[in-house]
C-alpha cells in the first residue's frame, strides 16, 4: 500500500488561484472562495460526483489548507462537467464552478493536462475548430444544399492566421508544447 | 426581417449540418436571416479551453464576437457550448474596462477591436422572445400529436443564471412550452436537469464517465415514455446520438432513441421534409419518431 504523507503545506496557493481568477473574474466573484463553510451542498448536487471521486467540497478544503500538490494533481478535478449547479446551489454564493476553471487553468500551468485535451488543442491549432469536418460531412452538407466548407476558418486561411496569432499572442501554444504530466 | 450573425461552432456545420440547415430554413419561415460569420472559428469551448487558459479563451472568444460586431448585428447560436462562450465573454467585456483594454491589445495584433456594440443569442430565444411561440403555433401545419418528447435543456443555455438571465435553472419550462407549442406532449422524467455528460473535456478524457451520464438521463426518458430526445445544443446532441452507438458497442444495451435538434422538430411541425431537415443524417435511426408523425 502506498505510504500517506501529508504534504508541504502552501499558504500562498489560496491566494493564488484568486489573483489568477481575477485576471479575467470579478475580483469579489473570486473571493467567494474565502466564505465556503465546507456544507456539501455542491458535491451532494454533484452529477459527476455521483460516479466518480470527484469532491468539489474537499478540492476547496485543499484549496483553502494550502494542499497546491494534492489539489492540481488530481486527475478527478478533470471530472467535472462545468455544469454549474453547485454554483447555482451554494448558499455561500461561491462561484465554485469558476473556480474550478482557474485550478484547471494552475494546473495546466504546471504541466499537468490530460494527453486527450492535449490532443484537441493541437487540433485546434491546426484546423480552428476542436471538432473539424471530415469528408463524410462535406457530402451531408453538400446533399442538404450547404457549401461543402462551412464559412468558417474551415472556408478562410487568412481567419485562421489570425486565430494563430491571438494562440501565439498569449503563448498558448508554448503552454500546450509543454505536454503536460 | 431580422438579421443575426449565425455562430456555427464546430459540431453543428462540422457533424450535424442538419442543425445548421434546419435553423435557417425555420428562422427564415418566420422572416429571419441567418447570416454567414466568414472567418469565425471554434468559439472556443468553455469548459475545455477555458479549463485550460482562460485568458487564451477570452481573446479568441472576442475576435468571433468582432466578426460580428463587424457585421453589425447580433449573434445566433445552436449550441450551449458555444453561446456559454460568446455570452460569457461579451458579458465579462462589458463590464469590465480594464479587461477590454487589454483584450484590445491582443486583437490589435490581428487589426481588430472589440466594441461591446452587440449581444449574443440563443436560437431558443429568438423562438422564444422575437418570434413568439403563438407565433410558431399559429405557423404549424403538421402538428405532432401524440409524440412524446424528453426535452433535454442542457447546462449552459441557463446557467449560471445570473449571467445567462433566462430565470430558474431549477424548473425551466421555455423548451417544454415550446414543444407543446408544436403540437407535442413534453414529458417529465427523472433528472431532467441533469447534464449530458459532455461538458468540461469529460467526453475527450474520459469517455466512460461521461457515457455514464448520458446513459443515466437516457433511461430516465425511456422509461418515461419517450418517442425522442430534444436538445438546444448541438454538443449535447452529439453527446446523445454518438453516445447511444458507443454505449451499444460498449455495454451490449441496445440504445435508439431519437435525437433531435429544437429546429429540427420546428421544422418538421412547419411542415417541412424530414430529409431536407437533416433528420437521416444521425448515428440513431429517426425512423421510428417520423412513423408517428402523420
Redesign the interface.
Given at each position: 500500500m502506498k505510504k500517506q504523507t501529508i504534504q508541504k503545506l502552501d499558504k500562498d496557493f489560496v491566494n493564488d488561484v484568486i489573483d489568477l481568477?481575477s485576471?479575467?473574474?470579478?475580483k469579489e466573484d473570486m473571493n467567494t472562495l474565502r466564505a465556503c463553510l465546507q456544507c456539501g451542498t455542491c458535491t451532494g448536487s454533484c452529477?459527476?460526483g455521483r460516479?466518480?471521486a470527484w469532491r468539489i467540497r474537499q478540492i476547496f478544503l485543499k484549496t483553502l489548507n494550502g494542499l497546491r500538490e494534492e489539489a492540481l494533481s488530481s486527475e478527478d478535478l478533470?471530472?467535472?462537467?462545468?455544469?454549474?449547479?453547485c454554483?447555482?446551489r451554494c448558499p455561500r454564493k461561491v462561484?465554485s464552478?469558476?473556480i474550478?476553471?482557474?485550478l484547471?487553468?494552475l494546473a495546466?500551468k504546471e504541466g499537468r493536462?490530460?494527453p486527450?485535451?492535449v490532443?484537441?488543442?493541437e487540433i485546434?491549432f491546426k484546423h480552428?475548430?476542436?471538432?473539424?469536418?471530415?469528408d463524410d460531412?462535406k457530402a451531408?452538407?453538400k446533399r442538404?444544399?450547404?457549401s461543402e466548407l462551412?464559412?468558417?476558418?474551415?472556408?478562410?486561411p487568412?481567419?485562421?492566421k489570425?486565430?494563430l496569432?491571438?494562440?501565439d499572442?498569449?503563448g498558448?501554444r508554448a503552454?500546450?508544447d509543454r505536454k503536460g504530466s | 426581417m431580422s438579421d443575426y450573425a449565425f455562430f456555427l461552432g464546430c459540431i453543428t456545420p462540422n457533424r450535424y449540418p442538419g442543425i445548421e440547415i434546419a435553423s435557417k430554413k425555420v428562422m427564415a419561415e418566420f422572416g429571419i436571416n441567418l447570416l454567414d460569420m466568414k472567418g469565425a472559428s471554434c468559439c472556443p469551448a468553455p469548459g475545455v479551453f477555458g479549463s485550460f487558459d482562460l485568458a487564451t479563451w477570452l481573446a479568441l472568444a472576442s475576435r468571433n464576437l468582432v466578426i460580428a460586431e463587424e457585421m453589425n448585428v447580433d449573434i445566433a447560436t445552436t449550441c450551449n457550448g458555444c453561446y456559454a462562450t460568446l455570452q460569457e465573454a461579451n458579458h465579462l467585456l462589458k463590464h469590465d474596462p480594464k479587461l477590454r483594454q487589454r483584450v484590445n491589445e491582443t486583437l490589435a495584433k490581428i487589426g481588430k477591436q472589440y466594441k461591446g456594440t452587440i449581444a449574443v443569442k440563443h436560437i431558443i430565444e429568438l423562438l422564444s422572445d422575437e418570434i413568439k411561440f403563438e407565433n410558431v403555433e399559429k405557423k404549424v401545419k403538421r402538428p405532432l400529436k401524440d409524440v412524446k418528447v424528453a426535452v433535454h435543456y442542457g447546462c449552459h443555455f441557463l446557467k449560471p443564471s445570473e449571467t445567462r438571465m433566462h430565470g430558474s435553472a431549477e424548473r425551466p419550462t421555455v423548451l417544454d412550452d415550446l414543444v407543446r407549442s408544436l403540437g407535442a406532449e413534453s414529458i417529465d422524467y427523472r433528472d431532467k436537469a441533469m447534464c449530458c455528460g459532455a461538458g468540461g473535456g469529460v467526453r475527450s478524457a474520459s469517455l466512460e464517465v461521461a457515457l455514464d451520464m448520458a446513459a443515466e438521463k437516457l433511461d430516465g426518458m425511456i422509461e418515461a415514455g419517450a418517442d425522442c430526445l430534444v436538445t438546444p445544443c448541438a454538443f449535447c446532441h452529439l453527446q446523445f446520438d454518438r453516445g447511444q452507438v458507443e454505449l451499444n458497442e460498449k455495454t451490449g444495451k441496445k440504445y435508439q432513441l431519437p435525437v433531435v435538434f429544437i429546429t429540427q422538430l420546428a421544422g418538421l411541425a412547419l411542415g417541412m421534409n424530414a430529409k431536407e431537415l437533416g433528420f437521416f443524417d444521425n448515428s440513431i435511426s429517426t425512423e421510428s419518431l417520423l412513423k408517428k408523425i402523420p
Open positions: 481568477g485576471k479575467i473574474f470579478p452529477p459527476s460516479r466518480t478533470w471530472n467535472c462537467t462545468t455544469c454549474y449547479t454554483q447555482e462561484k464552478t469558476d474550478v476553471r482557474v484547471r487553468n495546466v493536462m490530460r486527450e485535451h490532443k484537441v488543442c485546434f480552428g475548430h476542436a471538432v473539424p469536418v471530415n460531412v451531408i452538407r442538404l444544399g450547404l462551412p464559412p468558417t476558418v474551415h472556408m478562410y487568412d481567419a485562421m489570425e486565430v496569432v491571438i494562440v499572442e498569449k498558448f503552454l500546450v | -
